[in-house]
């Protein structure tokens, strides 16, 4: 191999290096340092595992986030997690980004089973009070089948969880878009890209919705080259979603 093309290959090496990262470098999160932040009522969020990379939400409370108190900016980011359900009950469990204070944000929940008003499955919501000072109504933090004053539903589908079986999500997130994945193992469960400038940026958290017994964690944060999520883009588009069907 001549100098020339030794200099050549170094070089697009080293720009796929540089643009496209390995992400399975990105350190497990320590989630000992995050927030409780409870609405309605008192939740009860116990740190554990190795380098207290999980987090179990023990009790059937009301709607509450587990979140990194700023250390977290999804900005450009890529956000990667797991979900385990283990605990009785139908309610709601998924994750809080873009969080600017407690009346606005972007919210991913996903509900068992239908209860009176509310649907099951998966549902994106933006919610926004206008204020800091205004909290979202209970019903804003779950799927109604409709907007309110404060909440608008982005994306849902009618997928229920089902319990222990760990759960792995990934968020992407730009400026004006953000794409959301939801695996089973390697099965893709639903993926979502969403064009939406409301909020360039934001806390990342756990949410929780009146669901006991639920551990979250092994989180990962990778920032997001430019060239990256163009190309990841792309991909997501000429390859297409193959999703699991309902049984």
Do not use: H
Not at 101 to 109: A, P
Not at 133 to 160: C, H, M, Q
Not at 188 to 206: P, Q, R
Request: glycine share 10%; charged share 15%.
């Amino acid at each position: 191999m001549n100098l020339k093309y030794r200099a050549g290959a170094f070089y697009v090496a080293a720009f796929l290096f540089i643009s496209f990262p390995v992400v399975t470098w990105a350190a497990i999160v320590d989630l000992s340092t995050f927030i409780i932040e409870d609405y309605f009522g008192p939740s009860n969020w116990v740190v554990s595992g190795p380098g207290n990379s999980q987090v179990t939400q023990t009790t059937n409370a009301d709607p509450s986030f587990f979140r990194s108190g700023g250390q977290i900016d999804v900005a450009n980011k890529r956000i990667k997690g797991e979900i385990l359900i283990t605990g009785a009950d139908d309610d709601s469990v998924g994750f809080v980004f873009g969080y600017q204070n407690r009346g606005q944000m972007y919210l991913f929940g996903w509900k068992e089973a239908v209860q009176g008003t509310l649907r099951k499955g998966m549902y994106l919501s933006l919610i926004d009070t206008g204020s800091s000072a205004v909290d979202p109504d209970i019903l804003d933090f779950y799927n109604t089948g409709s907007n309110s004053a404060s909440k608008t539903i982005l994306r849902e589908n009618d997928f229920s969880w089902t319990r222990n079986v760990t759960y792995s999500f990934m968020l992407d997130f730009k400026l004006g878009n953000f794409e959301i994945s939801i695996l089973d193992g390697t099965a893709v469960l639903e993926a979502w890209a969403v064009s939406d400038a409301t909020f360039s940026g934001g806390d990342f958290g756990f949410f929780n919705g009146s669901q006991p017994n639920v551990t979250y964690g092994n989180l990962e944060v990778i920032p997001i080259p430019a060239a990256a999520w163009l190309f990841g883009s792309g991909l997501i588009g000429l390859i297409g979603v193959a999703r699991r069907k309902k049984a």
